[in-house]
């Protein structure tokens, strides 16, 4: 395998996860430490427009590491990793925590990402729930359906209010494990008012679901912003 190592001299970026980006040349190397000087810091202010929310059950295997990796890229502000009733596989490590946090840094570097996004510890439905509510009380919610009744998520307008208006309203989507939500946690949603919509007419794998809905919601987002600011002033 090849290993890129830069030697005195050579200038580097570092970000800290919260909008700075600071350019700097690397002064010394000794061993496992390296001296930078620090040559400019830029700092970004958090983008007024919605954050994206995804709650998604927890995939078996090595799945949920490469869903982490797809959401910080796709500019997802918050990942909930959900034990729904039907979770097949509920993460026990204690340090999983520290492996999707360092797995979205990786990708945040290789995406040009500044912020980093939220991850949350593992939670059942309701806590989950709770939490993002506590945390963001308008937001909207919205929740993966397989039903024909439900409308498709792509033809939903989420860059509008009640009135017609533009709205930067933040929105959290659910998505259930691929067993399905039982029959307690639809009526849960349900009663809190949550929407379901549904991607296509065959059942999709969970990271899958999560994947699509931060796609098209990012996308919705991308939108709306160039709605409100067309010249990117």
Known sequence: MAVLRLNAGAQVELFDGAGALATAVISGIRRNIIT????????????????????????KGDRFDWLIEKLTELGVERICPVIFERTVRQPTNPKALDRWLNLAISAAKQCKRLFLPQIDPPANLHDCFESIKKDTPNCRIIAGGISGDCPS????????????????????????????????????????????????????????????????????????ENLTNPEGS
């Open 36 to 59: 930078l000087d620090i040559e400019q810091i830029r700092r970004t202010d958090p983008p007024k427009s919605r954050r994206i929310i995804i709650a998604v059950s927890v995939p």
């Open 153 to 224: 998520l792509a033809a939903q307008s989420f860059g509008q209010n009640a009135c017609g208006e533009l709205s930067r309203t933040d929105v959290a989507a659910f998505i259930g494990p691929e067993g399905g939500l039982t029959e307690s946690e639809e009526a849960f949603l349900k009663s809190q008012n949550a929407q379901f919509v549904r991607l296509s007419d065959t059942i999709l794998r969970t990271e899958t679901a999560a994947l699509s809905f931060a796609a098209i919601l990012s996308a919705q987002r991308g939108a709306i």
